[in-house]
């Protein structure tokens, strides 16, 4: 039984967390709000007033969002797809019994903690490049033309490094839920004759849906705002500028705050969408 | 019962997986071989793989031309002071909602993870604003407190979900042998938490090592980390795909090896303990 005494001794232990997670929120945000509002050059004249909803309207007019918006999707959706679908394949080929699991698993886990500068400079230079990265001697071995990756195929090139980043969060979340797997079920069904595929389908799909969920959702908020790979490898030029990469270089580099912040804030808002699903099964699972 | 395996069997699944995990593995393998080629060998055609002539030189040219040695402790400092300032703040919180719960805690848990949802580039501005007013841009204290805060929701989460195995009944027999609270957080709990702390602070410590949005855009000259040393090497300058290779060795050595050890905690951190 918790005492009185021990509740407001609580709730004083709680408040130094609250308190700055509640002033990182709040404030950066009204700041952005408010410059959102503003016609603001720092390095042309400072704040020139109130500006109404041009920011806003010029932001989306501008012939660089939809694009960006369409390259951040396409990005996202394509990391997903091949990390999701790669996740289930590897989660379940690691799962089966094998010698040396334990260090196949760490081969297949070590691109997670490789920093992203680092995985986007060593693709960039030692596999893409046309003259002396691998993929052009394999390239030259086969008597083809080496790909000048990162500005001829740039996006597929991109969902490449990113995916190879996070195919192995992908597996060992996909891996910890079949792990979880009811054994007995899948042996019942494979007496009964149940092939392969629908074994899969029936059985173990549903099984991981949640987990695979879990995997979309958390990498979504990530990869929306991807940047270290975009800013070492091809600056956001050759169409690779995301949404996040286009409201950099209004902030950044045009210096426009006011422009910028606009940016900031359907950014805000489209992270937030992705956001409340997320929140939901997580909610969900607080209460079991 | 379980499922008689035949050896071929076992023996496919381990050529596969063994395949796949070093095709998975080859761009780090590549890179920490390639750091101890010379430049002409790092990019001969058709490319060299164990026999080469080993050299230590890179290393040494890389410390030499960008002063590795600041940058990793620059590194050091951020990430090793953001996890430890973030999980004293967080232990508290994380204590007094595991075992004090009221009809909050959840909302209050949950709004901690939203925080974490803000996509930095929206307050890109604001922050680097404040921080040229407090006059901490391209400082180390700056960046740590960042960090914190970036990660102050993943470090509550984590402790939480570790401190709430602890079973509640232990805790009530100290109180009833007339243990005062302090007693109890001190000589009770923590000796139970310690595991859960260090995985915390393990996982915490490389995701702040691999932060690349705050650290790229914060730092300039005296406060930047590796992620920065490494964004350095972006543009070639004649031969140098050895020294790249040493310097990112250099820069995911620490933290590969840490990160081994943490594969568990990934799971359970990241997901937030939907998953398990």
Known sequence: MATQHSRSAARLMMAPAVILLLGWMLVPLTMTLWFSFRTYLPLRGGDQGWAGFSNYTRFIGSSSFWPSVQTTLIIVGGVLLITVVLGVILALLLDQPMWGQGVVRILVIAPFFVMPTVSALVWKNMFMDPTNGILAHIWRFFGATPVEWLSQASMPSIIMI??????????????TAVQSLDSEQLEAAEMDGAPFL???????????????????????????????????????????????????????????IGLGSAGGVYAIILANIVAIFLMRIVGKNLDA | ????????????????????????????LWTILTSFKTEAQAISDPPIFLFFDWTLENY?????????????WNSVIIAGGSTILGVMIAVPAAWSMAFVPSKRTKDILLWMLSTKMLPAVGVLYPIYLIFIKLGILDSRIGLT????????????????TYFREI??????????????????????????????????????????????????????AKAAPLTAFIASYSSPEGLFFAKLSAASTMAIAPVL????????????????????
């Open chain 1, 162 to 175: 990113v995916s190879w980043q996070w195919l192995p969060f992908a597996t060992l979340i996909l891996l």
């Open chain 2, 145 to 160: 407190i960042v960090l914190m805060l970036i990660n102050l929701p993943i470090i509550v989460w984590m402790l939480y």
């Open chain 1, 198 to 256: 629908s074994r899969f389908w029936f059985i173990i799909l549903p099984h991981l849906s949640r987990a695979i969920t879990i995997v979309i959702l958390i990498q979504t908020i990530f990869l929306l705002s991807i940047f270290a790979e975009i800013f070492v490898t091809t600056g956001g030029a050759f169409g690779t500028r995301t949404l996040t990469y286009l409201i950099f270089q209004r902030v950044l580099e045009s210096q426009n």
């Open chain 2, 60 to 72: 040494s040219v890389v410390q030499e031309r960008s002063n590795y040695m600041r940058f990793l």
């Open chain 2, 167 to 220: 079973p509640g009944e232990i805790l009530e027999a100290a109180r009833m042998d007339g243990a005062s609270l302090k007693e109890e957080i001190l000589y009770v709990l923590t000796p139970m938490a310690i595991p859960g702390i260090a995985s915390t602070l393990l996982l915490n410590f490389i995701l702040a090592w691999n932060e690349a949005f705050w650290t790229l855009n914060l730092t300039a």
């Open chain 2, 1 to 28: 019962m379980a499922r008689a395996v035949t050896t071929n069997r076992k023996a496919l699944n381990t050529a596969i997986a063994w395949t796949i995990g070093f095709v998975i593995f080859f761009p780090i």
């Open chain 2, 257 to 276: 090896i840490l990160g081994w050890f943490s594969q568990k905690q990934l799971v359970r951190g990241l997901t937030f303990g939907a998953v398990k």
